[in-house]
């Protein structure tokens, strides 16, 4: 790899980037593959994108912020175990992400600010956390859109949205699988949206919080406790 002016620049086949702490540049660039195998991985400045295969160590963060700041991946994904930051306007889209499993959770895929953008258009298979939540979050604005998931099989899951112009788009979430005693909860506050899908008839094991947001359930005809 080669920097320029902060900008790291990846040519061969395969990158493996292995970070003893959390580093911070102001983007990537890299048309092979990229394995962040240590630590966290934040983006400041500019466009970045990998072409090929993207994969994220559990236990670590990809963090993408600032106006103008955009982290593409073009290839296979996999980034099990791991979070998903946007903030200060940034934006974040995975479009070849397929699936993601929390692992044992308490890890976040989060959307902070106006103009902040979390995109997951491929996501349609989701399991979440074995022994504590993932966080589907969007807060003062940001958007965290999952738009395409269908299936949840099972795991504690938590989509909220608090603020003003803030959504979680799960408009296609037909299921949700819980083992015993896990939970998918849904919270809307303080001017935020979370979208839920017209199919999703029957709901089990889920919690429902409304303050001063909007979470349309009127297509819905029944709910199981």
């Given at each position: 790899g080669d920097w320029s002016s902060d900008v790291l620049l990846f040519r061969s086949t395969s990158v493996t980037i292995s970070l003893g702490s959390s580093v911070t540049i102001q983007s990537v660039q890299c048309s092979a593959s990229l394995n962040v195998s240590g630590g966290n991985l934040s983006l400041t400045k500019g466009p970045s994108q990998v072409v090929g295969n993207f994969t994220i160590a559990a236990g670590q963060a990809l963090d993408v912020s600032g106006t103008n700041t955009t982290f593409t991946e073009n290839g296979p994904a996999?980034?099990?175990?791991?979070?998903?930051?946007?903030?200060?306007?940034?934006s974040l889209t995975l479009p070849a992400l397929t699936s993601y499993n929390a692992l044992n959770g308490n890890l976040d895929f989060q959307a902070y600010g106006a103009g902040s953008v979390l995109s997951l258009p491929a996501l349609t298979n989701l399991i979440g956390g074995t022994g504590s939540y993932l966080y589907l979050d969007a807060e003062n604005g940001g958007l965290v859109l999952a738009s395409n998931l269908v299936s949840i099989a099972t795991g504690y899951v938590y989509a909220e949205a608090n603020g003003t112009a803030s959504v979680v788009n799960l408009s296609r979430l037909q299921s949700y699988n819980p083992a015993s005693a896990q939970w998918l909860g849904l919270q809307a506050t303080s001017g935020g949206t979370v979208l839920l899908a017209p199919q999703m008839a029957v709901g089990t094991r889920v919690r429902f919080i409304l303050n001063g947001g909007t979470l349309p359930t009127a297509p819905w005809t029944r709910l199981l406790y």
């Amino acid at each position: 790899g080669d920097w320029s002016s902060d900008v790291l620049l990846f040519r061969s086949t395969s990158v493996t980037i292995s970070l003893g702490s959390s580093v911070t540049i102001q983007s990537v660039q890299c048309s092979a593959s990229l394995n962040v195998s240590g630590g966290n991985l934040s983006l400041t400045k500019g466009p970045s994108q990998v072409v090929g295969n993207f994969t994220i160590a559990a236990g670590q963060a990809l963090d993408v912020s600032g106006t103008n700041t955009t982290f593409t991946e073009n290839g296979p994904a996999n980034m099990d175990g791991s979070e998903l930051y946007v903030s200060g306007g940034g934006s974040l889209t995975l479009p070849a992400l397929t699936s993601y499993n929390a692992l044992n959770g308490n890890l976040d895929f989060q959307a902070y600010g106006a103009g902040s953008v979390l995109s997951l258009p491929a996501l349609t298979n989701l399991i979440g956390g074995t022994g504590s939540y993932l966080y589907l979050d969007a807060e003062n604005g940001g958007l965290v859109l999952a738009s395409n998931l269908v299936s949840i099989a099972t795991g504690y899951v938590y989509a909220e949205a608090n603020g003003t112009a803030s959504v979680v788009n799960l408009s296609r979430l037909q299921s949700y699988n819980p083992a015993s005693a896990q939970w998918l909860g849904l919270q809307a506050t303080s001017g935020g949206t979370v979208l839920l899908a017209p199919q999703m008839a029957v709901g089990t094991r889920v919690r429902f919080i409304l303050n001063g947001g909007t979470l349309p359930t009127a297509p819905w005809t029944r709910l199981l406790y």
